[in-house]
C-alpha cells in the first residue's frame, strides 16, 4: 500500500493522494508523541528557523494540521526559542485561514494552543497591555478558542480585558 503520493502542479498548489500526507506534514513540522513532557529547546532548532515557520504559516495555515502541529512545537521542542515569535505563526494561521472555526481539528490542538496562549500571556503581560498589534493576536487566537468551546480561553480573555 502506497503512503502517499504528491503531485506539486505549481508552487502554490498541491494535491495528495492516498493516505498519510496529515503524518508527513506534522512530521515535517516537527510534531512528534515521543518528545519527553518538560523538552522545552532541541539542539537544532535555532531562531534562524523563524522564517522557516512563517512560511509554513503563509503557505500551509489551511491544513488543520498545521495548527496543531506549531502549537505542539511552541509546546515542546520550540518553547524556549519561539516563544516571542509563536504568536504571529497562530494568530496568522488563524486570520487567514476563517474556515479553521467550521474544521474538525485534530485532537489536542486546543489543548496545545491553550498551553502556548497561557504561558505567553502569563510571561508576556506587560507586552500585551501596552502594545495594541500584540493584544490583537492575542485577542484573536482567544476569540478562535473560546468559538472552538474552550473555557480557558474564556476565562483567560476575561482577565485580560
Known amino acids: 500500500m502506497k503512503k502517499m503520493l504528491t503531485i506539486i502542479k505549481n508552487i502554490n498548489t498541491v494535491v495528495h493522494i492516498g493516505y498519510g500526507y496529515e503524518d508527513v506534514l506534522a512530521t515535517f513540522l516537527l510534531y512528534s508523541p515521543?518528545?519527553?513532557e518538560n523538552t522545552s529547546q532541541w539542539h537544532s532548532l535555532k531562531p534562524?528557523?523563524?522564517?522557516?515557520?512563517?512560511?509554513?504559516?503563509?503557505r500551509l495555515g489551511y491544513n488543520p494540521t498545521t495548527l496543531f502541529a506549531i502549537s505542539q512545537v511552541l509546546n515542546t521542542v520550540g518553547k524556549a526559542t519561539f516563544i516571542e515569535t509563536g504568536i504571529d505563526w497562530i494568530s496568522d494561521i488563524i486570520t487567514n485561514n476563517p474556515h479553521l472555526y467550521?474544521?474538525?481539528l485534530p485532537e489536542n490542538t486546543l489543548y496545545y494552543i491553550e498551553e502556548y496562549i497561557f504561558s505567553y500571556t502569563n510571561s508576556h503581560i506587560d507586552i500585551i497591555q501596552t502594545s495594541i498589534p500584540i493584544k490583537r493576536k492575542v485577542i484573536k487566537i482567544l476569540d478562535f478558542l473560546i468559538a472552538k468551546?474552550?473555557?480557558?480561553?474564556?476565562?483567560?480573555k476575561e482577565e485580560l480585558i
Open 149 to 156: 468551546g474552550s473555557t480557558m480561553g474564556f476565562l483567560l
Open 34 to 36: 515521543f518528545w519527553k
Open 48 to 58: 534562524q528557523n523563524n522564517s522557516f515557520y512563517i512560511a509554513v504559516a503563509n
Open 102 to 104: 467550521d474544521k474538525t
